[in-house]
Protein backbone atom coordinates (compact mmCIF):
# COMPACT_ATOMS: atom_id res chain seq x y z
CA UNK A 1 0.00 0.00 0.00
CA UNK A 2 2.86 2.32 0.89
CA UNK A 3 4.53 1.45 -2.81
CA UNK A 4 1.11 2.91 -4.36
CA UNK A 5 0.87 5.72 -2.95
CA UNK A 6 4.45 6.66 -3.26
CA UNK A 7 3.24 5.73 -7.08
CA UNK A 8 0.35 8.00 -6.89
CA UNK A 9 2.41 11.27 -5.97
CA UNK A 10 4.61 10.22 -8.43
CA UNK A 11 2.28 10.55 -11.12
CA UNK A 12 0.50 14.54 -9.21
CA UNK A 13 3.69 15.22 -9.58
CA UNK A 14 4.84 14.46 -12.82
CA UNK A 15 1.29 15.60 -14.36
CA UNK A 16 1.34 18.73 -11.95
CA UNK A 17 4.54 20.45 -13.14
CA UNK A 18 3.01 20.37 -16.90
CA UNK A 19 -0.90 21.03 -16.35
CA UNK A 20 -0.33 23.38 -13.40
CA UNK A 21 -0.99 26.08 -15.71
CA UNK A 22 -3.81 25.27 -17.14
CA UNK A 23 -7.27 24.60 -17.15
CA UNK A 24 -7.05 21.03 -17.49
CA UNK A 25 -5.18 19.93 -14.18
CA UNK A 26 -7.88 19.39 -12.33
CA UNK A 27 -9.34 16.94 -14.45
CA UNK A 28 -5.73 15.29 -14.80
CA UNK A 29 -5.81 14.33 -10.99
CA UNK A 30 -9.41 13.26 -11.43
CA UNK A 31 -8.36 11.29 -14.22
CA UNK A 32 -5.31 9.74 -12.34
CA UNK A 33 -6.98 9.01 -9.60
CA UNK A 34 -9.97 7.27 -10.84
CA UNK A 35 -7.79 5.16 -12.79
CA UNK A 36 -5.55 3.92 -10.01
CA UNK A 37 -9.23 2.42 -8.75
CA UNK A 38 -10.00 1.13 -12.13
CA UNK A 39 -6.59 -0.67 -12.54
CA UNK A 40 -6.49 -2.25 -8.92
CA UNK A 41 -9.84 -3.05 -9.43
CA UNK A 42 -9.00 -4.84 -12.58
CA UNK A 43 -5.80 -6.41 -11.42
CA UNK A 44 -8.10 -8.03 -8.39
CA UNK A 45 -10.35 -9.47 -10.94
CA UNK A 46 -7.72 -10.75 -12.78
CA UNK A 47 -5.14 -11.94 -10.25
CA UNK A 48 -7.43 -12.68 -6.77
CA UNK A 49 -10.10 -14.99 -7.70
CA UNK A 50 -12.15 -14.45 -4.00
CA UNK A 51 -12.16 -10.87 -4.71
CA UNK A 52 -13.55 -11.04 -8.28
CA UNK A 53 -16.99 -10.67 -7.09
CA UNK A 54 -16.67 -7.56 -4.56
CA UNK A 55 -14.31 -5.83 -7.22
CA UNK A 56 -16.78 -6.27 -10.39
CA UNK A 57 -19.49 -4.73 -8.12
CA UNK A 58 -17.02 -2.13 -6.79
CA UNK A 59 -15.51 -1.29 -10.33
CA UNK A 60 -19.38 -0.37 -11.59
CA UNK A 61 -18.97 2.97 -9.28
CA UNK A 62 -16.58 4.51 -11.12
CA UNK A 63 -18.09 4.35 -14.22
CA UNK A 64 -20.85 7.49 -13.70
CA UNK A 65 -17.60 9.50 -12.61
CA UNK A 66 -15.73 8.46 -15.97
CA UNK A 67 -18.60 8.95 -17.67
CA UNK A 68 -19.15 12.71 -16.07
CA UNK A 69 -15.05 13.04 -16.61
CA UNK A 70 -15.29 12.44 -20.44
CA UNK A 71 -18.17 14.82 -20.82
CA UNK A 72 -15.97 17.43 -19.31
CA UNK A 73 -12.93 17.10 -20.96
CA UNK A 74 -14.97 17.22 -24.37
CA UNK A 75 -16.62 20.57 -23.37
CA UNK A 76 -13.49 21.97 -23.00
CA UNK A 77 -10.79 23.76 -24.87
CA UNK A 78 -7.61 21.59 -23.41
CA UNK A 79 -4.52 22.00 -25.11
CA UNK A 80 -2.60 18.71 -26.41
CA UNK A 81 -0.53 18.35 -24.04
CA UNK A 82 -2.77 18.09 -21.52
CA UNK A 83 -5.19 16.16 -23.59
CA UNK A 84 -2.38 14.02 -23.94
CA UNK A 85 -1.87 13.46 -20.24
CA UNK A 86 -5.24 12.65 -19.14
CA UNK A 87 -5.31 9.97 -21.58
CA UNK A 88 -1.63 8.99 -20.40
CA UNK A 89 -2.69 8.57 -16.71
CA UNK A 90 -4.28 4.90 -17.58
CA UNK A 91 -0.78 3.21 -19.44
CA UNK A 92 1.55 5.61 -16.32
CA UNK A 93 -0.87 3.30 -13.74
CA UNK A 94 -0.96 0.22 -15.66
CA UNK A 95 3.27 0.41 -15.70
CA UNK A 96 3.17 0.97 -12.27
CA UNK A 97 0.40 -1.80 -11.75
CA UNK A 98 2.60 -4.54 -13.36
CA UNK A 99 5.66 -3.74 -11.46
CA UNK A 100 3.99 -4.11 -8.50
CA UNK A 101 2.47 -7.50 -9.61
CA UNK A 102 5.87 -8.63 -10.75
CA UNK A 103 7.55 -7.72 -7.23
CA UNK A 104 4.79 -9.54 -5.42
CA UNK A 105 3.59 -6.73 -4.17
CA UNK A 106 -0.03 -6.99 -5.08
CA UNK A 107 -1.75 -9.00 -2.29
CA UNK A 108 -5.40 -10.07 -1.73
CA UNK A 109 -5.22 -7.43 1.33
CA UNK A 110 -4.54 -4.64 -1.15
CA UNK A 111 -7.67 -5.70 -3.05
CA UNK A 112 -9.66 -5.81 -0.39
CA UNK A 113 -8.90 -2.60 0.56
CA UNK A 114 -9.01 -1.15 -2.75
CA UNK A 115 -12.61 -2.26 -2.56
CA UNK A 116 -13.47 -0.88 0.76
CA UNK A 117 -12.57 2.22 -0.28
CA UNK A 118 -14.61 2.29 -3.39
CA UNK A 119 -17.20 0.92 -1.71
CA UNK A 120 -17.45 3.35 1.00
CA UNK A 121 -17.22 6.30 -1.22
CA UNK A 122 -14.39 8.27 -3.65
CA UNK A 123 -13.02 11.58 -2.17
CA UNK A 124 -15.71 13.80 -3.09
CA UNK A 125 -13.12 17.21 -3.28
CA UNK A 126 -11.23 15.95 -5.72
CA UNK A 127 -14.43 15.08 -7.87
CA UNK A 128 -16.24 18.26 -7.65
CA UNK A 129 -14.22 18.91 -10.99
CA UNK A 130 -16.43 17.02 -13.03
CA UNK A 131 -19.29 18.59 -11.54
Known sequence: MKKLTICLIAVFLAFGAQASKSQSYK??????????YLMNLNACEDYH??????AYKAESKLYPFFEK????????????????????TVS??????????????FTI???????G???AGLDST????ID
Open 49 to 54: PPARQA
Open 27 to 36: LITVSTYLNF
Open 109 to 115: EHCNAVI
Open 92 to 105: NRRAKLNAQIAEGE
Open 69 to 88: LDAKVAKMNIDEDDKAAIAN
Open 126 to 129: ILAA
Open 117 to 119: IVN
